[in-house]
């Protein structure tokens, strides 16, 4: 299958540190990988895109990597703050017109 | 707001009841989706919309009938549900060829609970 995967449920780290979530996909090549926030009771948010051949992205304190031949994303926080607290989910496209696929997210919480 | 307006936030129906979902959207965005969210499980695809055609229905039941009347206004219609269908059912939409670079934009969701 095609699917998209976030192997961690939940994470959970002290403010200051930086965060790191995992992205993983097998048996296919995914033109490109979004990554969204989203908080209890609301819809998800976009927050970056980045496709197959770049290898990295930022924005603000956020980063986020794609590495083809370990067919991973790894989404970086910097400076984590209690507001980052949320679910963040991965989310794959095959091209620039299919429609995307979520993965099941990961919960971060930064502890004060 | 997103730009992405969902009603009602909050529905309880029971197994016999005949209700409906309602999204809007103020973007000019030509494409919208309906996803199922349950817990612990990623968000599932179930309608999309492009130009007010459905082309894509990933094999949901028939219970869940979709209507997208003009680019701005999505519903889905509920009849004779499960209680596992309740669910957070977010609607979003998008640009087509645009979903890639500005991502998709959702609704805050219809919290579903069938008894």
């Known amino acids: 299958s095609q699917k998209i995967e976030q192997n961690s449920e939940a994470l959970n780290i002290q403010e200051g540190k930086t965060a790191t979530l995992t992205c993983n996909y097998t048996?296919?090549?995914?033109?490109?990988l979004q990554w969204y926030r989203q908080d209890p009771g609301r819809g998800p948010v976009f927050l970056l895109l980045?496709?197959?051949?770049?290898k990295e992205k930022r924005k603000e304190r956020l980063k986020v990597t794609f590495d083809t031949t370990l067919k991973q994303s790894l989404f970086h926080i910097t400076a984590s703050q209690p507001a980052d607290s949320a679910t963040y989910l991965c989310?794959?496209?095959?091209?620039?017109?299919?429609?995307?696929?979520f993965g099941s997210g990961t919960r971060l919480s930064i502890r004060p | 707001e997103t730009g992405v307006t969902q009603t009602p936030r909050h529905l309880v129906m029971g197994m016999t009841n005949k209700k409906s979902l309602k999204c809007e959207q103020h973007l000019g965005h030509n494409a919208m989706y309906w996803y199922k969210q349950s817990a612990k499980k990623p968000l599932e695809l179930m309608f999309v919309?492009?130009?007010?055609?459905?082309?894509e229905n990933n094999s949901v039941p028939s219970r869940f009938s979709p209507e997208c009347p003009n680019s701005s206004h999505l519903f889905l219609h509920l009849h004779t549900l499960q209680p596992e269908d309740s669910a957070l059912y977010l609607c979003?939409?998008?640009?087509?060829?645009?979903?890639?670079?500005?991502?998709?934009?959702f609704g805050s969701g219809t919290r579903l609970t069938v008894v």
């Open positions: 980045i496709r197959e051949n770049e």
């Open positions: 919309y492009s130009l007010e055609e459905r082309v």
């Open positions: 979003a939409s998008s640009q087509e060829g645009q979903g890639l670079r500005n991502g998709y934009t």
């Open positions: 989310a794959r496209g095959l091209s620039s017109a299919s429609k995307i696929i």
């Open positions: 048996n296919y090549s995914p033109a490109y």
